[in-house]
């Protein structure tokens, strides 16, 4: 089944053309990436399916509601995790996870349940006192992920959730996406990080705010005859500047 | 309304766990109120003066007496000539000199006019003023006591009683303007920046992409500011009846309710401050020139706007500060009802709506 479901999507600020008739779908419980180069449209595009954009053109369904008409009920069935960090550093992180459940109309005991069983496992019960601002980076990433899927969303919207990371944390973060999906949550995850796009069931690679190409990162390597999914980034990115030149 | 409640205390935990917020929440009105109460007091006392006396009769004796026992005046000593004035004015001896003409008394009696002359340093043009005007009130009561027995012609007396304040204490004319400015500075301040701080540090675009309605999140980082607003206005009001004795005439619900409008359209124009600022420093900038000077300068709270250019008045007439001020003066020290503050009160009711309605826009604007 689809889960998300776009046909022409169009965004333009003014006269400059962000999105450019975007067609793609993404099915139940993948893992689906969005690569491309800074400014390419990648976050303009998962505004718009978080409801936090208005889009100027386009069929556009995300958990089977209209995105036009029915923001509020898709905001109810989604998680979000920002670009920017987004937890909140003077409030423990306890705190941080009620105050999200409780957004997201969550009930006290589901909380309290959940919390336990969460802190338990990233390990947490013994800092679940200590304030945002005093846990280390990588923990704190982790944590706003465990945060964004706490109330159990159909879908999870990441937005370069690796940026600034070690090496080592964002293979453990790629872990925990993978665990989110055994629990029926579909991932949308953009990144620059070409490497990540290898961890996704299936890659888009927007070019100036077009869809360059769509596929698994096996098909896109074959077809491109390439070694990884950087050198696949490369070609296609190569290509879009050729074809500006004539 | 749970998930609303939660996110306020979320907002409470942020202001009480800030030593700097709570500095400016708590700390800033106490000092200000004490600070200006004090110090801007427009009262003067203890101005040295200095006696010329050419007759060195028993009258301007005894008027002299009067001036320098009144409390306001210290006696500076004696000149010979009109010369000296210079050089004690250079030298800070005195601030003012008074000086009486030959044969002050026999003129008086014969003539039924002398002059008394005031000469002061006006290189501080406000207590010179205050000066001047101190020393002329001491002779002439002293020749409405002294008219029985000296019988002239005829006589002029004027009477003038300054209602409201009868003591024409600066105190009476700067809590009210304090309050006016602590409040509008602590509410569309600290809400501006507030706001501001969620998008700076990216903690806004998952509460955007919450279930929370823009209206709850705006909501709920407002009200934690409304109830402490109106805990400083209440403070603010007790100084200044309690310490500063600044009467309260008027009714004390109609002085709360008009705080809470004016607390409203303060926050009001806090948040649409935040809805075009990105930044928590930009926010505190706009704060400070777009607000903070103006309320200052040309709301009426220190210069009187008669005296502004008619600019400047216009102007003034657009700083929520200037009805505001009129209104709690009004009510405090006239005990003014809502009969006659009415205009003023509907120029904020106006003006919050104004606010509120733009910054509803601003925040849909962005998320189109």
Same mark, same amino acid.
């Not at chain 1, 449209?41 to 954009?53: A, F, H, N, P």
């Not at chain 2, 008027?250 to 008009?258: N, R």
């Given at each position: 089944?689809?889960?998300?479901? #776009?046909?022409?999507?169009?965004?333009?600020?003014?006269?400059?053309?962000?999105?450019?008739?975007?067609?793609?779908?993404?099915?139940?419980?993948?893992?689906?990436?969005?690569?491309?180069?800074?400014?390419?449209?990648?976050?303009? #595009?998962?505004?718009?399916?978080?409801?936090?954009?208005?889009?100027?053109?386009?069929?556009?369904?995300?958990?089977?509601?209209? #995105?036009?008409?029915?923001?509020?009920?898709?905001?109810?069935?989604?998680?979000?995790?920002?670009?920017?960090?987004?937890?909140?550093? =003077?409030?423990?992180?306890?705190?941080?996870?009620?105050?999200? *459940?409780?957004?997201?109309?969550?009930?006290?005991?589901?909380?309290?349940?959940?919390?336990?069983?969460?802190?338990?496992?990233?390990?947490?019960?013994?800092?679940?006192?200590?304030?945002?601002? =005093?846990?280390?980076?990588?923990?704190?990433?982790?944590?706003?992920?465990?945060? *964004?899927?706490?109330?159990?969303?159909?879908?999870?919207?990441?937005?370069?959730?690796?940026?600034?990371?070690?090496?080592?944390?964002?293979?453990?973060?790629?872990?925990?996406?993978?665990?989110?999906?055994?629990?029926?949550?579909?991932?949308?995850?953009?990144?620059?990080?070409?490497?990540?796009?290898?961890?996704?069931?299936?890659?888009?690679?927007?070019?100036?705010?077009?869809?360059?190409?769509?596929?698994?990162?096996?098909?896109?390597?074959?077809?491109?005859?390439?070694?990884?999914?950087?050198?696949?980034?490369?070609?296609?990115?190569?290509?879009?500047?050729?074809?500006? =030149?004539? | 309304?749970?998930?609303?409640?939660?996110?306020?205390?979320?907002?409470?935990?942020?202001?009480?766990?800030?030593?700097?917020? /709570?500095?400016?929440?708590?700390?800033?009105?106490?000092?200000?109120?004490?600070?200006?109460?004090?110090?801007? $007091?427009?009262?003067?006392?203890?101005?040295?003066?200095?006696?010329?006396?050419?007759?060195?009769?028993?009258?301007?004796?005894?008027?002299?007496?009067?001036?320098?026992? $009144?409390?306001?005046?210290?006696?500076?000593?004696?000149?010979?000539?009109?010369?000296?004035?210079?050089?004690?004015?250079?030298?800070?001896?005195?601030?003012?000199?008074?000086?009486?003409?030959?044969?002050?008394?026999?003129?008086?009696?014969?003539? +039924?006019?002398? $002059?008394?002359?005031?000469?002061?340093?006006?290189?501080?043009?406000?207590?010179?003023?205050?000066?001047?005007?101190?020393?002329?009130?001491?002779?002439?009561?002293?020749?409405?006591?002294?008219?029985?027995?000296? $019988?002239?012609?005829?006589?002029?007396?004027?009477?003038?009683?300054?209602?409201?304040?009868?003591?024409?204490?600066?105190?009476?004319?700067?809590?009210?303007?304090?309050?006016?400015?602590?409040?509008?500075?602590? !509410?569309?301040?600290?809400?501006?920046?507030?706001?501001?701080?969620?998008?700076?540090?990216?903690?806004?675009?998952? /509460?955007?992409?919450?279930?929370?309605?823009?209206?709850?999140?705006? /909501?709920?980082?407002?009200?934690?500011?409304?109830?402490?607003?109106?805990?400083?206005?209440?403070?603010?009001?007790?100084?200044?009846?309690?310490?500063?004795?600044?009467?309260?005439?008027?009714?004390?619900?109609?002085?709360?309710?008009? !705080?809470?409008?004016?607390?409203?359209? @303060?926050? +009001?124009?806090?948040?649409?401050?935040?809805?075009?600022?990105?930044?928590?420093?930009?926010?505190?900038?706009? @704060?400070?020139?777009?607000?903070?000077?103006?309320?200052?300068?040309? !709301?009426?709270?220190?210069?009187?706007?008669?005296?502004?250019?008619?600019?400047?008045?216009?102007?003034?007439?657009?700083?929520?500060?200037?009805?505001?001020?009129?209104?709690?003066?009004?009510?405090?020290?006239?005990?003014?009802?809502?009969?006659?503050?009415?205009?003023?009160?509907?120029?904020?009711?106006?003006?919050?709506?104004?606010?509120?309605?733009?910054?509803?826009?601003?925040?849909?604007?962005?998320?189109?």
């Amino acid at each position: 089944m689809d889960i998300i479901r #776009v046909k022409d999507l169009v965004k333009k600020f003014g006269s400059f053309v962000a999105n450019d008739h975007l067609t793609f779908h993404v099915e139940e419980g993948e893992i689906f990436g969005f690569l491309g180069a800074n400014g390419a449209g990648k976050t303009t #595009v998962m505004r718009i399916l978080c409801g936090l954009s208005a889009p100027t053109s386009g069929e556009i369904m995300v958990a089977g509601y209209n #995105v036009y008409k029915e923001r509020e009920k898709i905001k109810q069935n989604i998680g979000y995790m920002s670009q920017k960090f987004s937890l909140y550093e =003077d409030l423990t992180v306890s705190e941080n996870i009620r105050l999200y *459940a409780g957004i997201y109309g969550m009930r006290k005991k589901e909380i309290l349940n959940r919390e336990d069983e969460l802190l338990e496992r990233l390990k947490m019960e013994e800092i679940k006192n200590k304030f945002i601002r =005093d846990i280390p980076l990588g923990w704190r990433q982790k944590l706003a992920f465990s945060v *964004a899927i706490f109330h159990q969303p159909r879908i999870v919207f990441l937005d370069e959730p690796t940026g600034g990371v070690d090496p080592i944390t964002r293979r453990q973060f790629w872990e925990m996406i993978h665990e989110a999906t055994k629990e029926g949550i579909t991932v949308f995850v953009t990144t620059h990080y070409m490497d990540e796009a290898e961890y996704c069931d299936r890659v888009t690679i927007m070019v100036d705010g077009r869809i360059a190409d769509l596929d698994t990162p096996r098909k896109l390597k074959e077809k491109y005859n390439a070694k990884n999914m950087n050198e696949v980034f490369l070609k296609l990115a190569r290509k879009a500047k050729n074809g500006d =030149d004539k | 309304m749970k998930r609303f409640l939660g996110f306020v205390r979320k907002e409470f935990r942020h202001i009480f766990r800030d030593p700097r917020t /709570l500095g400016i929440l708590f700390g800033l009105p106490v000092v200000m109120i004490v600070l200006f109460g004090y110090v801007v $007091s427009s009262d003067v006392k203890d101005i040295r003066i200095a006696i010329l006396d050419h007759s060195k009769d028993p009258t301007s004796r005894e008027i002299v007496r009067k001036i320098t026992s $009144s409390g306001y005046f210290i006696y500076a000593g004696d000149l010979q000539s009109e010369k000296e004035i210079a050089e004690v004015f250079e030298s800070g001896e005195a601030k003012i000199v008074l000086m009486f003409g030959q044969d002050f008394e026999t003129r008086i009696k014969t003539e +039924s006019t002398a $002059s008394i002359r005031l000469v002061a340093d006006a290189s501080d043009a406000n207590s010179a003023q205050l000066a001047v005007n101190y020393a002329q009130a001491i002779i002439s009561s002293y020749f409405l006591s002294k008219s029985e027995e000296i $019988s002239l012609p005829w006589q002029i007396n004027v009477k003038s009683r300054m209602m409201y304040n009868e003591e024409l204490s600066g105190v009476y004319m700067v809590v009210p303007g304090l309050m006016a400015l602590i409040l509008i500075l602590i !509410s569309a301040l600290m809400t501006s920046v507030t706001i501001a701080r969620e998008k700076e540090f990216g903690t806004m675009e998952p /509460l955007l992409a919450s279930p929370l309605k823009a209206i709850e999140i705006i /909501l709920g980082k407002v009200t934690p500011y409304v109830l402490l607003s109106f805990v400083n206005a209440v403070t603010i009001i007790l100084l200044g009846v309690f310490v500063f004795h600044v009467p309260l005439v008027g009714s004390i619900a109609l002085l709360l309710a008009e !705080s809470m409008l004016y607390i409203t359209l @303060s926050l +009001s124009i806090g948040v649409f401050i935040s809805a075009v600022s990105n930044t928590q420093q930009s926010a505190m900038m706009i @704060s400070m020139f777009g607000l903070m000077l103006p309320t200052i300068l040309i !709301s009426g709270f220190i210069f009187p706007i008669e005296n502004m250019p008619t600019i400047l008045q216009w102007f003034s007439a657009l700083m929520p500060v200037r009805w505001f001020i009129i209104i709690i003066k009004g009510i405090m020290l006239k005990g003014t009802g809502l009969a006659f503050v009415w205009k003023e009160t509907l120029i904020l009711l106006g003006m919050t709506l104004f606010f509120i309605l733009m910054a509803v826009r601003r925040f849909k604007t962005r998320l189109e």
